[in-house]
């Protein structure tokens, strides 16, 4: 390797994003970057065919089953480090690629000793505070809002952020630190971030780094107010409220409280409820959802 960090890039089906995430990445490429991996879930050989083509040098693995967002995360972390990068960029099909965001997140991580994750903030507009990043502790709203980016305070501490263009350090994987791969699909960055800190790995937000687009928000009107609410699937409820007992039973009480988990829970039915179409299927999911993290059921459940 000539640099020091790995990028790395989850796919699923999504051949030409990633084709085109990487034709961005090797046109503007950055000299600390020294490989680019790909974990490409039921993947097939198109991404390999015309890297080669096109003379991009990648790591690609494809798999015959789908690994899901966790798994996928676990395995790309486990290359990195397994190549000998000191850093990891997870990048999502999705991401879009700034060269100078990175060199802003690598001063970031340079900054302070024991460094294990530094974060972008988030531009979630249209929704409103805009600014996101990661919070100190776990809360049913997951992150803190900004409505302005602090101009004389470079970084913030946090305990978690979303795994999209997140720099991991790949030296805690040498005290055991790993991702909760068996997650499958939600709150994998949560759990490693709760790693990470009962570890004894800082985790900071770089405020010079923004991450925008990549958010599907869709528009619902209720009592003449619009709300901009996620576009998910009816059954990714069946992992919210279950990866948050699993990481509860993993970590701790330190990890995810239970007033927490059950605000979470009442936040979700109510938002259902209120705003999201399926509505049955939506709590039926998240009913069996929380019955099987109440069990200990882990992997990929009976949805999709």
Known sequence: MNGPVAIAISAFRSNAAVIELLEAIFTEPNPEVGAVIVVDSLGDDEISKTAAARGWPICI???????????????????????????????????????????????????????????????????????????QEFTPSAHKRLFDIPADEPSADVLWGVSNFALYATAPRDEGVTVMGDLWMGYEDLAYGIALNQGGWKQLSCRAAVLTGGFDYVSRQFLGRAFHIPQKPAWYSYYNIRNLLLIRQCYGVHGVPWRSIVWKFAQSSLRIILLEENKFSRIRFLCAGTLAGLTGQNGKGPVP
């Open 61 to 135: 693995e494809n798999f015959d089953r789908n690994l899901g967002s966790a798994g996928n995360l676990a395995r790309r972390m486990e290359l990195a480090g397994e190549i000998g990068a000191e850093w990891c960029l997870c990048l999502n099909h999705d991401a879009n690629w700034n060269r100078d965001r990175l060199d802003a997140m690598l001063k970031t991580a340079r900054s302070r000793p024991r460094v294990g994750a530094v974060y972008p903030v988030l531009d979630h507009s249209p929704r409103e505070p805009r600014w996101q990043e990661g919070p």
